[in-house]
Nanobody, 127 residues
């Protein structure tokens, strides 16, 4: 069974931190890049960050220096550490499993390069 299960969302004050986790089944994690996307009400889903099977990382410019993506291959889990949160970071955050080991295709063409999505976790940043 293929599954991605996000956790760690919640309500935080501006300037605070949250750590999102995504626990994946073996099939949805092994030899795949993993990524995080977000979607705020009335907007399209946007790329946040991605990490290759070999730990090459990419970020949306809006989160560089504040967010860090990492993975634990022994636990089939990918993380998103979010620091210095801003109200504009408020969104539903989705974990995604890429089609290949490379992360850049998830950034450049997510529609054609993501095989699986999680159900999403809400992050709300209060001003």
């Amino acid at each position: 069974q293929v599954q991605l299960v996000e956790s760690g969302g919640g309500l935080v004050q501006a300037g605070g931190s949250l750590r999102l986790s995504c626990a994946a089944s073996e099939r949805a994690f092994s030899n795949r890049a993993m990524g995080w996307f977000r979607q705020a009400p009335g907007t399209e889903r946007e790329f946040v960050g991605a990490i290759s099977w070999g730990n090459t990382k990419y970020y949306n410019d809006s989160v560089k220096g504040r967010f860090t993506i990492s993975r634990d291959n022994a636990k089939n889990t990918v993380y998103l550490q979010m620091n210095s949160l801003k109200p504009e970071d408020t969104a539903v955050y989705y974990c995604a499993a890429g089609r290949t080991t490379a992360a850049w295709p998830m950034r450049d063409n997510p529609r054609g390069n993501i095989d699986y999505w999680g159900q999403g976790t809400q992050v709300t940043v209060a001003s």
